[in-house]
C-alpha cells in the first residue's frame, strides 16, 4: 500500500486548488445537466436514488413530496431530520444542489419562513430554482455562491445545514468561519460529511476523481473539528457515523472498482477509516 500523505488542500498553491475547484464545479454541472449520473457524494451510480436516500435516512413521505428532479442521490446523510426547525425561521443550505434539503426545510419553515440555497453551480442553481418555482415553493431562494464566501448577510440566520459539501471546499476553515458570520447569536447547525479515521494512501489522496466524489478532500476527524471550534462554533455532537466506504462498496461496486484500478490501492484496504458523519453545533449567545 502506498504511503499515507498528510498533505492538505489548504496548504495548496492557489492555482492548484482553483484548479480542484473548477473540477467539482464541472463535475456537478454535468450531474445536474443530466450528462452524468449521480456519482458524487451518494455515489448513486447504478442506484436508484430513492433507495440510496431511503438508506441515509430519508423517509418515504418526504421522498414522495420532492419536486421532481430535486433528489440527485448526492448526500451522505439526512441532516434535516436533526435540524428542528421551526415555523418562520430561515435556514441556509450550503451546496444546495438539486434542492433536496431546501425543499424539505420549506415544509418546516413555512410560508413564514425562508430558506436560502447556496451552490457553486449555475446549472443546480437553475435546476433548483425551476423546481422551487414549479412547486411554487416562494420562500425558498438560491443564490449562487462559494462556501468561503457566502452570499449572507451578518447574523440573519437561525440555522445551517448541509450534505456531504464541504469536504469538497479545500479551505475548509473559510467556510466555517462564515456559518459563524451568517448565524445569529445561538443559531446551530446540522451537518452531514465526510472525514477520515487517519490520513489515506498517496494515490488516492491524490486522485482529483477521488476528490470530486468526496473522498480526497476530507480531513482527519481532529483537524476538521479542530477548524469548527476556532471558528467559534461549539457544542458539538456526533450524531451518526457511519462506515463511507463499506456504504459506497454495497452501492456502488463499480466505482469502487475503477478508484482501485486507477490509483492502484486496494480501496478495501482503507474501509473504516473513511466515515461519514452527520453532527450538530451552535454560535454561542455570546
Given at each position: 500500500m502506498?504511503t499515507?500523505?498528510?498533505t ?17 464545479r464541472?463535475r456537478?454541472g454535468?450531474?445536474a445537466?443530466?450528462?452524468?449520473a449521480?456519482c458524487?457524494?451518494g ?8 433507495d440510496?436516500?431511503r438508506e441515509?435516512?430519508?423517509?418515504q413521505?418526504e421522498?414522495a ?5 430535486a433528489?440527485?442521490?448526492l448526500?451522505?446523510g439526512a441532516?434535516?431530520?436533526h435540524?428542528?426547525?421551526a ?11 438539486g434542492?433536496?434539503?431546501a425543499f424539505l426545510a ?5 410560508p413564514s419562513?425562508r430558506?436560502?440555497?447556496v451552490?457553486m453551480?449555475?446549472?443546480?442553481i ?5 423546481a ?11 443564490r ?15 440555522a445551517?445545514?448541509s450534505n456531504c ?5 479545500p ?7 462564515e456559518?459563524?458570520?451568517v448565524l445569529k447569536?445561538?443559531?446551530?447547525l ?13 494515490a ?5 476523481l477521488?476528490?470530486v466524489?468526496?473522498?480526497?478532500g ?7 473539528f ?9 457544542e ?9 466506504l463499506?456504504s459506497?462498496?454495497?452501492?456502488a461496486?463499480?466505482?469502487?472498482e475503477?478508484?482501485?484500478?486507477r ?7 482503507v474501509a473504516?477509516s ?11 449567545l455570546?
Open positions: 502506498s499515507p500523505t498528510t492538505t488542500p489548504e496548504t495548496a498553491p492557489p492555482a492548484a486548488t482553483e484548479a480542484v475547484v473548477e473540477r467539482v464541472d456537478y454535468r450531474i445537466s443530466g450528462e452524468l449521480g458524487g457524494c455515489s448513486a451510480c447504478g442506484t436508484a436514488e430513492a440510496l436516500s441515509l435516512g430519508y423517509s413521505q421522498l413530496a420532492m419536486p421532481a428532479g433528489n440527485l442521490g448526500g451522505c441532516p434535516l431530520a435540524l428542528a426547525l415555523p418562520g425561521e430561515t435556514v441556509v443550505d450550503l451546496g444546495s444542489g434542492g433536496i434539503d420549506a415544509s418546516q419553515v413555512g419562513g430558506v436560502i440555497g451552490d453551480t449555475p446549472e443546480m437553475a435546476r433548483a430554482s425551476a422551487a418555482e414549479r412547486a411554487g415553493l416562494a420562500q425558498v431562494e438560491f449562487q455562491g462559494r462556501l468561503e464566501r457566502l452570499p449572507v448577510e451578518d447574523a440573519t440566520v437561525d445551517v445545514t459539501v464541504i469536504n469538497l471546499v479551505d475548509k476553515s473559510a467556510v466555517f468561519r456559518v459563524a458570520r447569536p445561538g443559531g446551530r446540522v451537518i452531514s460529511d465526510i472525514v477520515l479515521e487517519r490520513a489515506l494512501p498517496a488516492i489522496a491524490g486522485d482529483v477521488a476528490y466524489g468526496c473522498v480526497a476530507a480531513e482527519t476527524r481532529a483537524d476538521y479542530a477548524r469548527l471550534a476556532e471558528a467559534g462554533l461549539g458539538i455532537e456526533i450524531l451518526a457515523d457511519r462506515d463511507y463499506a459506497l462498496l454495497a452501492a461496486p463499480q466505482e469502487v475503477e478508484l482501485s484500478r490509483t492502484g490501492v486496494a480501496v478495501e484496504a473504516g473513511v466515515r461519514s458523519l452527520t453532527y450538530r453545533a451552535r454560535r454561542p455570546g
